[in-house]
């Protein structure tokens, strides 16, 4: 993942999980692409399975921080297509799923289906879920149980063991690795690890007797090693005697034999390193014989040994690289593009490697172009970013992924690359119609409704973007927060109504705005806030009038001008709309 573009917003953590599913969700992220301004999930999903999976398919819901759902259509359909994952193997970290709003910042994951390679689909509806329970960590038994634990039990697993395993009341049991099985699941169907074993051996008091156990049979040890030390130096102690006449004799003769020994040495030492190090040499061992050579120092011709093998060792350095450069090139003929890449890469500043590496880089994206494997394509496009620019295989990748984000809802990541491809078959057509959605669903507020109406416009005869446009300025007359400019109340007398409550508010009025409600004219949604009201109200709107209906009670709201007012037997409210709430008089 490219750390300059990605930002990490928050974690996914699953608080659930599902009896009998074939695949689970170990983590996920969700990513602030900062180049698209967009939000992406990342999910590590894991093949539980005994099956190969050839496709999953998911559902996700999409909510802000404070857990609401987002605005517009908060589900996203997701599916990892063309898959080859064995069991007990990690993937899906490798895509990102692209989601609807950059407010995103929790998600629900749901799993539709899935498909194994034999064709068989596994649907997940109907399967129980269940919490998963608070597991305790395996460090919690102490360092020195967590040793033992490491020295009776020795293993190589993907999956570590880092909980304590522990039975449930519900006939389930959690496995150290963190996934939880069955009662039928006699082993763990994640990392495989052995039910009984893990419950037998991963305790405190097991481990703490085997600590004690080892401790024990440790101080034996050492009480008997003592014993037999001091057995050891009595006897030492009876034969010395005996011994030290004849050492006496032998260290007089080993030193006479050691006096002839160190002037023989003296000259035939240098002589054997000089033999050796000419075998070296010629066996090709070019490093070992310089290494030799100057150890011998002036000795015969050493020195210029030593420059001989350093010529030697570049020559076969340059001879190296050479055989690596042709190796790396056929690769790349031969259908290996990423040995290609990964052997250019290496070879470094040798000869043309860079540009070779690009190309081979290039090649690899038109490969996954032709198994339409658009998304990766790209990615190796991206390491590439000015080469071979023009070249149609470039431009398809680029349209391809395009046409894949206008399918996915994201028009605005489809329409940044369209520009930049815009003469390149239909993209001026998909370039409106990315312009089209993005104006469609720009309503969130009075600005952005405002632009979208300035969009339609530009985009004239397009679709129905000229209806839109007269829907865009009808919404501009009712979207936004209407604030309470007047209220009056009358008691009815006999005589007629009379005046018992009358208040006026903004700048012009007697006291400050307080009180206003927020009309969202694309959901049909009014929501009055106050210090008594905090609910959401549907509407219709009819010419000038705004009739809301909350459980069968309608009020009707007339558009007067830049003022809304409710008129009922009682009272009259006056609203005034935000933009003109500082020049509306009362």
């Known amino acids: 993942m490219n750390q300059t573009r990605y930002k990490i917003l928050t974690e996914y953590v699953p608080s659930e999980w599902i009896q009998g599913s074939p695949i689970e969700i170990l983590k996920g992220t969700i990513l602030l692409d900062q180049f698209e301004d967009t939000t992406a999930l990342q999910l590590k999903l894991c093949n539980n399975s005994k099956k190969t999976i050839n496709s999953v398919h998911i559902q996700i819901g999409c909510y802000d921080e404070t857990g609401e759902a987002i605005r517009g259509d908060n589900i996203v359909y997701f599916a990892y297509q063309d898959l080859h994952i064995p069991p007990g193997t990690f993937f899906g970290d490798q895509q990102l799923v692209i989601l609807p709003d950059r407010s995103v910042r929790k998600v629900v994951v749901i799993f539709v289906k899935t498909m194994f390679v034999d064709g068989v689909v596994f649907p997940f509806k109907g399967l129980q879920t269940r919490k998963l329970p608070v597991l305790k960590a395996l460090p919690e038994l102490g360092s020195d149980l967590f040793r033992e634990l490491e020295r009776i039990l020795p293993e190589n697993n993907p999956f570590a063991r880092t909980f304590i395993p522990e039975m449930y009341s519900d006939d389930t049991w959690a496995c150290t690795c963190g996934k939880i099985n069955e009662i039928g699941d006699l082993q763990c169907v994640r990392c495989g690890r052995q039910r009984l074993k893990q419950l037998e051996v991963m305790n405190a008091s097991y481990l703490q007797k085997s600590l004690n156990i080892l401790k024990e049979q440790a101080r034996k040890q050492e009480e008997m090693d003592a014993l037999n030390r001091m057995k050891s130096d009595i006897e030492r102690m009876k034969e010395s005697k005996k011994e030290r006449r004849i050492v006496i004799w032998i260290m007089s003769f080993t030193v006479l034999i050691c006096a002839g020994l160190y002037e023989w040495y003296q000259i035939a030492e240098p002589r054997l390193h000089y033999t050796k190090a000419l075998r070296q040499f010629e066996a090709g061992q070019f490093l070992e014989a310089k290494e030799a050579f100057l150890k011998l120092g002036d000795y015969k011709d050493a020195a210029d ?282």
């Not at 790396?328 to 040798?350: C, P, Q």
């Not at 007398?493 to 969202?520: A, C, H, Q, W």
């Open 305 to 586: 040994r030593v420059n001989q093998a350093e010529d030697r060792m570049k020559q076969a350095a340059a001879q190296m690289k050479q055989t690596e450069y042709e190796q790396a090139i056929e690769a790349r003929s031969n259908g290996y593009y990423v040995s290609s890449i990964n052997a250019f890469a290496s070879l470094g500043e040798y000869k043309d490697s860079k540009e070779q590496w690009k190309e081979s880089v290039f090649q690899f994206a038109i490969h996954l172009l032709h198994d339409k494997k658009y998304t990766e394509a790209l990615a190796q496009l991206e390491m590439i970013p000015s080469y071979r620019d023009h070249d149609e295989g470039r431009l398809e990748i680029l349209y391809q992924n395009a046409v894949a984000s206008l399918k996915a809802g994201n028009p605005v990541s489809a329409m940044t690359v369209l520009k930049g491809i815009v003469n390149y078959k239909n993209s001026k057509t998909l370039i409106l119609e990315c312009q089209y959605r993005i104006a469609l669903n720009h309503h969130r507020d009075r600005k952005e409704i405002a632009e979208a109406r300035q969009m339609f416009k530009q985009l004239g005869k397009y679709k129905d973007s000229a209806k839109q446009y007269e829907i865009a300025g009808k919404a501009l007359l009712w979207q936004g927060k209407w604030y309470k400019l007047k209220y009056q109340e009358w008691f009815q007398e006999r005589s007629g109504k009379r005046l018992v409550f009358n208040r006026t508010y903004g700048p012009f009025g007697k006291e400050p705005f307080n009180e206003y409600m927020e009309i969202d004219f694309y959901s049909q949604k009014l929501k009055p806030y106050s210090s008594d009201s905090n609910l959401t109200e549907e509407f219709v709107i009819s010419g000038k009038k705004l009739i809301s209906d909350f459980h069968g009670s309608k009020e009707t709201y007339t558009l007067s001008g830049n003022k809304l007012i409710l008129k009922s037997n009682h009272y009259i409210e006056t609203y005034v709309r935000e933009d003109k709430m500082n020049e509306v008089k009362p």
